[in-house]
């Protein structure tokens, strides 16, 4: 009932900057919390950001200061800024969203997932 695109994903050198886009469409009454996970080879998921409907914002330790996730309500877009990029940094990133549906039940979807890469 609710597809999520992400976008923007690639190769980046150290130092360098990405940004994420991700597109929720479908029968959507309401975006309620939207973030960002990801997956780094042989280690689990893990939440990176996080921001509310009335836009509070939560980071990982080791993002912070780096990373910036905003949200475009009028687009039905989530988005995860990232600088000063680091090979730890590598991972699939995917958007999640927490949403109330045009019939007011409440689910949780996934995105696909972009690879990131960070390398010299």
């Known amino acids: 009932q609710v597809q999520l695109v992400e976008s923007g994903g690639g190769l980046v050198q150290p130092g360098g900057s990405l940004r994420l886009s991700c597109v929720a469409s479908?029968?959507?009454?309401?975006?309620?919390?939207m973030a960002w996970y990801r997956q780094a080879p042989g280690k689990e998921r893990e939440l990176v950001a996080v921001?509310?409907?009335?836009?509070?914002?939560e980071y990982a330790d080791s993002v912070k200061g780096r990373f910036t996730i905003s949200r475009d309500n009028a687009k039905n877009t989530v988005y995860l800024q990232m600088n000063s990029l680091k090979t730890d940094d590598t991972a699939i990133y995917y958007c999640n969203v927490d949403v109330t549906l045009r019939n007011l039940l409440r689910r949780n979807y996934w995105g696909q997932g972009t690879q990131v890469t960070v390398s010299s």
């Open positions: 921001v509310t409907s009335d836009g509070s914002t």
């Open positions: 479908g029968s959507i009454l309401r975006l309620n919390t």
